[in-house]
């Protein structure tokens, strides 16, 4: 599918297991973003990826990891799930060259719940 | 500290009305404004946008302005229609080599 695709759409996971949440964008975007969507808090940066190999921390990126080996690839891992990371988590593409000021294409979520 | 900030967190219009959802900002160094929409179990997708050198700009019934001095931002919608009924985002970026800053969303609800 063209686009930018997310998986799973739900998950639910307990404290303590780690969990991987993927994005796949078939633009080749040179920029790739998590956020995560919490009530109150809009969306908030958790990481962000200018172009393969390169990663960077955003707002909120305690309890999470990224990589990012291909383009069109960018797995969010989170370590040791928390409750309080049970959130929506979106990822993004930009493809400009302003990268960040540029219009940023959201995948659909992911909904997860950490009991 | 919340440099975006929708300060309403839903409205509520009559359709064919006009809806404004309004942004304040703190940080000076925005340039770059962006508005989003959201529909349930979907991501957001880009709406418009306007740049500090600008005060407005129009995009059929999306119109944003801008108020350099005040630090705020609207998104006024003429006429309202039920399909316009979502969350709206608005973001802000200091330019090139700057994230995105949202603010905490608008639920707009556009009533028949």
């Known amino acids: 599918d063209a686009g930018i695709t997310q998986s799973p759409r739900y998950k639910i996971t307990e404290t303590g297991r780690q969990v991987t949440l993927m994005c796949h964008q078939t633009?080749?975007?040179?920029?790739m973003f998590w956020y995560r969507q919490d009530l109150g808090h809009g969306l908030r940066l958790i990481y962000y990826?200018?172009?393969?190999?390169?990663?960077d921390k955003g707002e909120v990126p305690d309890g999470y990891v990224v990589s990012r080996s291909k383009t069109e690839n960018f797995p969010l891992t989170l370590e040791s799930a928390t409750r309080s990371q049970t959130s929506v988590y979106f990822c993004?593409?930009?493809?400009?060259?302003?990268?960040?000021?540029?219009?940023?294409?959201f995948g659909p979520g992911t909904r997860l719940t950490v009991l | 500290d919340q440099q975006v900030k929708q300060n309403s967190p839903s409205l509520s219009v009559q359709e064919g009305r006009i809806s404004i959802l309004n942004c304040d900002y703190t940080n000076s160094m925005f340039d770059y404004f962006l508005w989003y929409k959201k529909y349930p179990a979907e991501g957001p997708t880009f709406l418009i946008s306007i740049s500090s050198i600008k005060d407005k700009n129009e995009d059929g019934r999306f119109t944003v302005f801008l108020n350099k001095s005040a630090k705020h931002l609207s998104l006024h919608i003429v006429p309202s229609q039920p399909g316009d009924s979502a969350v709206y985002f608005c973001a802000a970026s200091a330019g090139i080599g700057s994230r995105l800053t949202f603010g905490e969303g608008t639920q707009l609800t556009v009533n028949p």
């Open positions: 633009w080749s975007h040179s920029y």
């Open positions: 990826s200018a172009a393969a190999d390169i990663t």
């Open positions: 993004a593409s930009s493809g400009g060259v302003a990268g960040w000021a540029d219009t940023q294409y």
